[in-house]
């Protein structure tokens, strides 16, 4: 047995998985992917004409069957304009009409959705689920709530048959029909030949029985795109209000959340649920068992809860190596070959099999990257599988099962043979071991061993074909670690009481994210009037300040009478007047349409100036308190109030604005934050200066990324202003504003020129012709020019 004390010894791999790698392919979302997900309630299927997500440039009008387009016997899918309740117009509208037969078609596929209630009978074949959704969707933007609830769970359940029957058949028809190998000499390669025939044979025959045609179930992109984005819960959400199913609306809004987590609307949808219902476990119904199980062995894990931490982690591998299974069969589908027309396609037998095996094999070979992906995201956890055998081979040696250590510490070397921290565990299991047993006999698990043999034959093969064949590839670094934090909570031997030598443990929970370049703080302030408050150690996190006097309460009132002038309800809010909460109204203004009312008359000229002059004295202290060694630029610059609606503040349980990050996705549920778009991931820095404190709640807070456990709050006031880095490591939200009218000016920033405000460097334009024509001079003495 181990002392506690030698348990000590061994370090204790940090969690390092939260910095999001690039994007993954082989994917659904390969194709047009809306900016951002849909608003509540949910949109229509279809954008604007002319985009991936929108009309189809160019083509003609299609005929409507059951709530759904079809190109004469095509499938496409039904064109819509966000917020258009009325159906497309029929082809007699736009100048012609199907011929008799074909009208009879129809007519008689209507009469079968009607009787069906907006989408067609269930049996065999499996009925195409995006014809389902389509009918879905227009019985809800007809009212009929319980039709639309039928059809949606209807195409989501037939997506998922139409997976699994794939799936069978393949596995299938693999078992029944062997591959033979190639002989030598003349003929020699006709078993082979003759083997793939009957396996093609076996798999449409198979396929046929259960799905139907093939060509009946191949969706369009965009429709594609809307199941992987989980669009169809999004409309389940708001059916299921209708028809008072809270518990079922519940679960759809957080599926749709999950893969959505910078809706707001949805997320206060779901903080609604939870109180009026009282239900506060919510399922999501996409999501993957082995990521579920790798999530609750790895929180078990942060608990020293070692015991069902193995439980969860090993029940996660179990499911990752049968998912990985399954990715790889999903593979063998049809491929795309978007850089060959296919009319002028002249490739020779071996030619044209080596074009579609590369692309075969390039998505198996991503599987990795799939499997590492939760549902609706599209960057990978970092070193994902690798993090398995991390995790089990601490957890195994705190509950003294050296031999399970050892195996998981070296089949997590496979990947990482160069690991310091579990070369060092490795070598202390097996001291451990010594004396009872043979350490050299323990091996690494046979499962990885053969996952990691395969992934690098295909990676050689894939090499192979780039440089012989001009396919393009570029391998990318699967495996990458979280390098910045392997280490980072290693005890340091002058302040542990460990012996030096042997490795160390380090109970410290998981770090918070932090950004990717040198971290500083406590530059000078430039302006002598201006008072320091907290630092980062004092607000309790990171890349923090808190001041005071950034500006005189003379130039607040000035302001605030700027922004009464000016300010347009739902202006930087895409013209929504309630974009966080509909218990308050939001107006908004910019630099440029200040300096462009104060140029007309409409406002005092001095006045639109001064919003210039002090947002550009934000940026000044902003880049020189956190000694920035580069130019910060400003990103976007909004005055902005919030009003109290009278009337609707009674009970409130909803925030101002919901806990969310400036430039990634932040998923609490994960504990995770996706710098990714939809986000702002150019922005770098953030800062919010205040105008007034004579209202009712409006409290500025930070929490942790579990956007629950508050961990500092500010009151506004007057010339207070609140900066900190935009990230994951600060996430942040308003509580709700309960009365009166709270105002500010939010300034972001970022530190790359490529991503600089429009406005604003128009606004420089403005105010150095207005200096040209003496016409204001700035009070500040401050250079547009200076951040050019």
């Known amino acids: 047995m181990v002392k506690d004390k030698m348990m000590m010894m061994v370090k204790k791999k940090h969690r390092y998985d939260l910095q999001p790698a690039a994007a993954r392919g082989c994917s659904a979302r390969s194709g047009a992917v809306p900016a951002r997900p849909p608003p509540a309630p949910p949109p229509s299927l279809r954008g604007g004409p002319g985009r991936g997500r929108g009309g189809r440039a160019g083509g003609w009008e299609p005929f409507k069957r059951c709530g759904r387009a079809v190109r004469g016997w095509g499938r496409a899918s039904r064109e819509r304009s966000p917020g258009q309740n009325h159906p497309a117009p029929s082809m007699a509208t736009r100048g012609s009409r199907p011929g008799g037969t074909l009208l009879l078609v129809v007519l008689l596929q209507q009469a079968a959705c009607q009787a069906a209630g907006g989408c067609g009978g269930e049996g065999s074949p499996l009925e195409p689920f995006d014809s389902l959704y389509a009918g879905g969707v227009e019985a809800y933007y007809g009212g009929d709530f319980a039709a639309a609830a039928r059809c949606l769970e209807r195409a989501l359940r037939s997506r998922r ?4 029957a794939r799936l069978r058949c393949r596995r299938s ?40 045609a093939a060509s009946r179930h191949r969706a369009a992109e965009e429709v594609r795109a809307d199941f992987q984005r989980r669009v169809p819960y999004s409309y389940l959400q708001r059916a299921y209000i209708q028809l008072n199913q809270l518990e079922e609306a519940a679960n759809a809004a957080h599926t749709f959340f999950m893969a959505n987590p910078e809706h707001m609307e949805i997320q206060q949808d779901i903080e609604n649920y939870k109180t009026t219902s009282g239900k506060v476990s919510l399922i999501d ?23 069902l931490a193995i439980d969860f982690l090993e029940r996660a591998l179990v499911g990752y190596y049968s998912e990985d299974e399954d990715c790889q069969i999903m593979c063998e589908g049809p491929q795309r070959f978007e850089e060959h027309e296919y009319l002028d396609y002249k490739a020779s037998l071996y030619e044209a099999v080596a074009d579609h095996y590369m692309q075969v094999l ?20 970092e070193n994902f599988l690798p993090l398995h055998y991390d995790y089990l081979q601490f957890a195994y040696y705190r509950v003294g099962d050296y031999v399970k250590a050892l195996e998981c510490a070296r089949s997590y070397l496979l990947f990482h043979p160069d690991d310091e921290d579990v070369l060092e565990n490795a070598s202390y299991y097996e001291g451990l071991l010594e004396g009872t047993m043979d350490p050299g006999t323990i091996k690494p698990r046979k499962e990885a061993k053969a996952l990691l043999r395969r992934h690098k034959l295909e990676s050689h093969l894939l090499q192979v074909a780039s440089a012989g064949l001009g ?28 012996p030096e030598e042997g490795p160390r443990l380090s109970l410290a929970k998981k770090p918070t994210p ?23 150690q004092q607000l309790n996190g990171t890349q923090r300040v808190l001041l005071d006097n950034v500006i005189s309460e003379e130039q607040c009132r000035e302001l605030h009478r700027v922004a009464s002038g000016i300010m347009l309800a739902g202006d930087g809010y895409r013209g929504k007047t309630s974009p966080h909460t509909p218990n308050e109204r939001f107006e908004g203004a910019t630099v440029l349409k200040a300096l462009k009312y104060g140029y007309e008359g409409r406002v005092p000229l001095k006045s639109a100036r001064l919003f210039y002059d002090i947002s550009e004295k934000a940026r000044r202290i902003v880049e020189s308190y956190f000694m920035l060694n580069s130019t910060l630029y400003f990103s976007y610059t909004h005055l902005v109030c919030r009003t109290a609606l009278s009337g609707q503040q009674e009970r409130r349980n909803d925030l101002s604005h919901p806990i969310h990050a400036d430039n990634c996705l932040l998923d609490p549920e994960a504990n995770e934050c996706w710098k990714e778009p939809p986000a702002y991931t150019f922005r770098d820095y953030s800062a919010l200066l205040y ?21 500092a709050s500010i009151k506004p006031k007057c010339g207070r202003m609140i900066s900190f880095s935009s990230g994951g490591e600060n996430p942040h939200g308003v509580k709700a504003v309960t009365k009166g009218q709270r105002c500010a000016v939010a300034l972001w920033f970022t530190l ?18 207005l200096d040209q024509e003496h016409l204001g001079p700035s009070e500040m003495n401050i250079n547009p020019k200076d951040e050019l």
């Open 161 to 164: 048959e139409l997976r699994e």
């Open 471 to 498: 396919f393009a590839y570029t391998e990318p670094n699967y495996w990458k670690r979280y390098g910045a934090r392997q280490d980072e909570h290693s005890v340091p031997s002058s302040i542990s009481n460990e």
């Open 173 to 212: 028809c693999r078992g029944q029909v062997r591959l033979e190998e190639l002989g030598s000499g003349p003929g020699g390669e006709l078993p082979f030949w003759g083997s793939l025939l009957r396996r093609a044979g076996c798999l449409r025959s198979c396929e046929e029985a259960r799905l139907g």
């Open 691 to 711: 105008m007034n404190a004579d209202f009712e709640g409006g409290e500025f807070i930070f929490t942790e990324m579990d956007a629950k456990t508050v961990t």
């Open 752 to 769: 790359d020129p490529l991503y600089r405000e429009l406005e604003r460097i128009q606004a420089d334009e403005v105010i150095a012709m």
């Open 362 to 381: 390039a998505c198996k070979h991503d599987c990795v990257r799939e499997l590492a992906t939760r549902s609706g995201r599209i960057s990978p956890i």
């Open 514 to 536: 932090k950004p990717d370049r040198e971290l500083k703080e406590g530059g000078p302030l430039l302006y002598s009037d201006v008072k320091f408050v907290y630092n980062s």
């Open 285 to 307: 119904r996409e999501a993957k068992p082995h990521m579920e199980d790798y999530t609750a062995g790895v929180r078990h894990y942060d608990r020293e809860e070692y015991g």
